[in-house]
């Protein structure tokens, strides 16, 4: 898939699939809905149990998801089947928390796959893509400090790369000259001033062929990540400040919780050359 929009609309990754109503987050059915609704690209979380085993989880969420204070990382993998998500109102669902081995092959050949939390078990990760044959449909993301990259250089050199970047980007030019696969940037940034987000660097850039991802979920209204352009003021009345002014900017993903709203909005107003 192509990374890099060239004046399209951006591409849509579903944060931990579509979730709501009964179906959590992280879930075969979010990754099932995100299949249905049309993701360009689904995003979700890594966690390893006791054992090293790799599962689709968000590390920390244990009493929000599944109702308990238990870490993942403290059970055997033989627990951790028998552990089913809550939804929204904390009641117990059918869905299990997936292997990463089911998951991906659930969303092979459907939609890229961005793993995040990819810095918690680089090497098991890296071979779990290895093993079904993945290495082009997945994009790994993790931060941007010297341990991380140097995680991804030992052992996913061949893996698209995705260096998660705040406010001003001082390590693309870099990255560029090393041994990842470094493919773009997610910018975080708290204003629309904030040099990571200016006309002169996203242009500089797509010149170098590397793409931007943007986030329109809120995880925490507190930790600003995107300057208010976000689902929340999307799906309440103002798209265009919402999703908008991603593609006005030029970026080329942009992450969200709304997945078929965010489609529909950019289909409705269409910018794309015929």
Not at 89 to 95: I, P, S, V, W, Y
Not at 107 to 115: A, E, Y
Request: negative net charge.
């Amino acid at each position: 898939m192509e990374l890099i929009r060239n004046g399209k609309t951006p591409l849509l990754a579903a944060h931990r699939g579509v979730a709501g109503g009964n179906i959590p987050c992280n879930s075969e059915a979010a990754f099932r809905a995100a299949i249905a609704q049309g993701a360009d690209i689904v995003e979700l979380d890594v966690a390893r149990s006791r054992t090293g085993s790799l599962f689709v989880f968000h590390p920390g969420m244990e009493p929000a998801h599944i109702g308990t204070a238990r870490l993942l990382l403290t059970r055997s993998d033989r627990s951790i089947a028998r552990l089913r998500y809550r939804n929204p109102d904390h009641a117990k669902t059918t869905e299990p928390i997936l292997t990463l081995d089911d998951a991906l092959e659930l969303l092979k050949g459907h939609c890229m796959v961005n793993l995040d939390k990819f810095w918690t078990a680089p090497q098991a990760i890296a071979a779990c893509v290895r093993r079904h044959g993945m290495e082009e449909q997945v994009l790994i993301k993790t931060g941007a400090g010297e341990g991380d990259l140097k995680k991804v250089e030992a052992y996913a050199a061949d893996l698209p790369f995705l260096a998660i970047v705040r406010e001003k980007d001082d390590v693309s030019e870099r990255l560029l000259r090393r041994k990842p696969r470094f493919v773009g940037i997610e910018a975080i940034f708290k204003t629309d001033d904030d040099p990571i987000v200016s006309d002169e660097h996203l242009a500089w850039l797509h010149k170098n062929g590397l793409c931007v991802w943007g986030n329109a979920i809120v995880y925490n209204y507190k930790d600003v990540i995107a300057a208010g352009h976000t689902d929340d003021v999307a799906v309440t009345g103002d798209p265009a400040t919402g999703w908008g002014w991603y593609r006005d900017k030029g970026f080329d993903i942009v992450q969200t919780d709304w997945l078929l709203a965010a489609k529909t909005y950019y289909e409705s107003t269409n910018h794309d050359d015929v």
